[in-house]
């Protein structure tokens, strides 16, 4: 008989703690934000896949899906610098206002933006071999 309290205090230990997990998860989204990018090119309006969405200062970012939709969550609230890039358009920086516990949807269009490569030089030396096959 002695033993059963024993065997009942590590179950009513996981009680207590399970109670707790619900006021946290609610303390949790008090202070965080979800934020919803919809990332589309800005000629003909079609969804960017594999953008680059980050939220600099909180450590969220994701890459944008067939749809252009990135989805981060369990960002802090407040004021947050967004920056997205994607090889062929120009990049986009903006500054959003998170409201705690809320989700925002921002959708931006991403102007196409030629990459400049860096020059390529290619030299060769004249081969008798091509020369007598017709190159020169």
């Known amino acids: 008989m002695l033993d059963t309290p024993r065997r009942i205090r590590p179950l009513l230990a996981l009680i207590a703690a ?11 989204n008090e202070t965080t ?27 969220a970012a994701g ?3 067939a749809e ?3 989805r981060l969550a369990g960002v802090p609230s407040g004021p947050a610098i967004v920056s997205i890039h994607k090889i062929g358009y120009g990049d986009e920086r903006f500054t959003l206002n998170l409201p705690a516990g809320d989700t925002v949807t ?17 030299t060769a030396l004249r081969s008798r071999v091509l020369s007598e096959s017709g190159f020169f």
């Open 68 to 70: 252009g939709v990135v």
């Open 33 to 59: 934000s979800t934020v919803r990018v919809v990332v589309r090119a800005q000629e003909g309006g079609a969804a960017v896949r594999d953008a680059r969405v980050e939220l600099l200062g909180a450590r």
């Open 63 to 65: 890459n944008s899906d």
């Open 18 to 28: 399970a109670a707790c997990i619900p006021a946290a998860a609610s303390a949790q």
């Open 106 to 122: 921002v959708e931006v269009d991403l102007q196409p933006a030629a990459v400049r490569l860096a020059e390529v030089r290619a």
